[in-house]
């Protein structure tokens, strides 16, 4: 597992990768942008495989996250990967119901 300077972790498996987001809060934008710069490249590692996003530990995030996540599901779309959100707090699970992103995100 790979540690990062956005204070994630990345597992790569075969046809699927999972980040973990180890902050309780993601906030800052120097926060959003180094998980950007840690996250696409996984992406293009992962390809047409399942990518995970693991929210356990997020308590807290800002609207600029979703702004993110939608990139993040748009470049995963391109390559023929599939998007997965786990482990997403009720409260921001909220947050997704009521700006509708539940209809686009895979969230379990």
């Not at 934008?29 to 047409?48: F, M, R």
């Given at each position: 597992?790979?540690?990062?300077?956005?204070?994630?972790?990345?597992?790569?498996?075969?046809g699927?990768?999972?980040?973990l987001?180890?902050?309780?809060?993601?906030?800052?934008?120097?926060?959003?942008?180094?998980?950007?710069n840690?996250?696409?490249?996984?992406i293009?590692?992962?390809k047409?495989g399942?990518l995970?996003?693991?929210?356990g530990?997020?308590?807290?995030?800002?609207?600029?996250?979703?702004?993110l996540?939608?990139?993040i599901?748009?470049?995963?779309n391109?390559?023929?990967?599939?998007l997965?959100?786990?482990?997403?707090?009720?409260?921001?699970?909220?947050?997704?119901?009521?700006?509708h992103?539940?209809?686009?995100?895979?969230i379990?």
């Amino acid at each position: 597992m790979e540690e990062l300077e956005a204070n994630i972790q990345i597992e790569y498996g075969i046809g699927e990768t999972v980040i973990l987001f180890n902050d309780e809060s993601i906030l800052e934008e120097h926060q959003i942008k180094n998980l950007e710069n840690a996250i696409v490249p996984a992406i293009n590692k992962n390809k047409d495989g399942v990518l995970s996003l693991n929210f356990g530990y997020v308590q807290l995030m800002s609207s600029s996250v979703l702004g993110l996540l939608v990139k993040i599901q748009k470049k995963v779309n391109e390559l023929g990967g599939h998007l997965k959100l786990l482990n997403v707090n009720p409260n921001i699970y909220k947050v997704f119901k009521i700006t509708h992103l539940t209809k686009v995100f895979d969230i379990s």
